[in-house]
């Protein structure tokens, strides 16, 4: 069997290592325009902030390493056509072009940055962060440079932002929504994370989308804003999302729903033997049943374990997603999974929500942290969704509270449910518990 995979992100190379356990025998091959492999997007920022010490410490393995187990990754190769009838992929790299045949293709071709239409985008300074070799750059420009604006306020925005704090910048963070995160937390929510981006020296502006960049000798110098406002820049940092890379996928014939490629809980597109995952397919969303985009690592290698199994003749189904998420800026951590109640609304959900301030510790236990929780239901008591912020200990109740969504648990069973004690890790009632009492107290 000859798998072909397209993309060397976390979805494609966790595809072709799945592959390669459940089949010892496949032809394995993973072609790829980026230099690097197997390393954690989600670290660059970390990097940056100095937090860790080098990009190589973030890369897991090398096409060498893949080698070793019979998986050949083609690095620096653009592929340029899928032919699903012929079933071939030709691909162009510093040898030219060449046209490869294949019995299963799995594209993993992720997302590509989205650019605003503005003026000055293309002056040097101006960056967007998709791989290690970006991260190399605005380290190196970050150098030389004293102030940064960061547009667009989402979960790397943010950790951008406060990177490039950390090394001493005069730092902005735009955003044109009138909240930061907003896919994940609801307004009251954000308002802690944004007071305390403040507090960090971070000028937060909100609700005023960058309008143009102004540019010195071909580098950017000012950033203008909707308002007429202007401020320095000698760095700025595009994140404002991405979109679904889909042309190949269209070549080969692929079904593409409102966003994305469609495929099945088997990861089967619409095409025989083209599967595909990551950044690039939509997924259902558990709550309310209809499809989403997912843009996760860890929804990416999920997939990679059903598409693997599939590919081998294995029996697995993805599961609908919930978009559990959590981030540490600074000393603060914040998570969120389910439905904002906001996005609820949206929805014609009308939900009923509570929000409680406890501790992480009993309160008597020293360097006990305050912990802001908001539980959102449905009117018959079902939780969907939850949002904590605190300065420790938030990933795990996520994790607590993904399970509780995917079993469909309501405000009343998790408040009977038992949970582990002790003063240095956890109040005698946990922050849990009490959120979820108190939004008990509003139904009947």
């Not at 599961?319 to 014609?348: C, D, H, I, R, Y």
Request: glycine fraction near 8%; charge should be negative.
């Amino acid at each position: 069997m000859k798998v072909v995979i397209v993309g060397g992100g976390a979805g494609g190379m966790s595809t072709a290592s799945n592959i390669r356990r459940l089949d010892k025998d496949a032809e394995i091959t993973v072609i790829t325009r980026d230099e690097n492999v197997a390393y954690s997007p989600c670290a660059i920022p970390y990097v940056l902030s100095g937090k860790i010490s080098s990009f190589d410490d973030i890369i897991m393995k090398t096409p060498e390493d893949y080698k070793e187990v019979n998986i050949d990754v083609l690095i620096k190769s653009e592929v340029t056509a899928v032919d699903s009838s012929k079933k071939t992929v030709t691909y162009e790299n510093a040898d030219g072009e060449k046209t490869i045949d294949y019995d299963k293709l799995v594209l993993a071709t992720g997302g590509n940055p989205f650019v605003p239409p503005m003026e000055g985008v293309d002056l040097e300074g101006v960056f967007q962060i998709r791989n290690i070799e970006d991260g190399r750059k605005v380290q190196q420009w970050a150098k030389t440079s004293k102030s940064a604006v960061v547009t667009g306020a989402g979960l790397i925005g943010i950790e951008i932002v406060f990177a490039l704090k950390e090394l001493g910048l005069n730092v902005t963070l735009s955003e044109m929504m009138p909240q930061i995160v907003p896919r994940s937390l609801d307004s009251d929510m954000a308002d802690i994370l944004t007071g305390y981006l403040k507090m960090e020296n971070i000028h937060v502006m909100l609700g005023e989308p960058i309008t143009k960049l102004e540019g010195e000798d071909g580098k950017v110098k000012k950033a203008y804003f909707g308002d007429g406002s202007c401020i320095d820049a000698d760095m700025v940092i595009l994140a404002t999302g991405v979109r679904p890379e889909l042309e190949l996928a269209k070549m080969a014939g692929c079904d593409i729903g409102r966003w994305a490629i469609l495929v099945n809980e088997k990861m089967e597109t619409s095409v025989e033997d083209v599967y595909a995952l990551g950044d690039c397919v939509e997924s259902q969303d558990l709550i309310l049943q209809a499809n989403t985009i997912s843009h996760l690592g860890t929804t990416a290698v999920r997939e990679s374990k059903t598409l693997a199994r599939t590919i081998t003749g294995k029996k697995s189904n993805f599961n609908p997603v919930l978009n559990a998420m959590v981030s540490k800026v600074g000393k603060l951590e914040f998570g969120a999974v389910g439905l904002t109640s906001s996005f609820a609304q949206q929805n014609n959900i009308k939900p009923i929500v509570e929000k409680v301030e406890a501790l992480t510790r009993a309160r008597y236990y020293p360097n006990a942290k305050p912990m802001d929780i908001k539980i959102i239901c449905d009117c018959n008591g079902r939780i969907i969704g939850c949002q904590i912020i605190a300065e420790e200990r938030v990933a795990e109740r996520i994790d607590t509270m993904t399970l509780a969504i995917t079993q469909g648990l309501s405000c009343f069973e998790l408040s009977n449910v038992e949970f582990a004690y002790a003063p240095p890790v956890s109040m005698v009632t946990d922050p849990l518990v009490l959120a979820v009492e108190e939004v008990s107290k509003k139904f009947n």
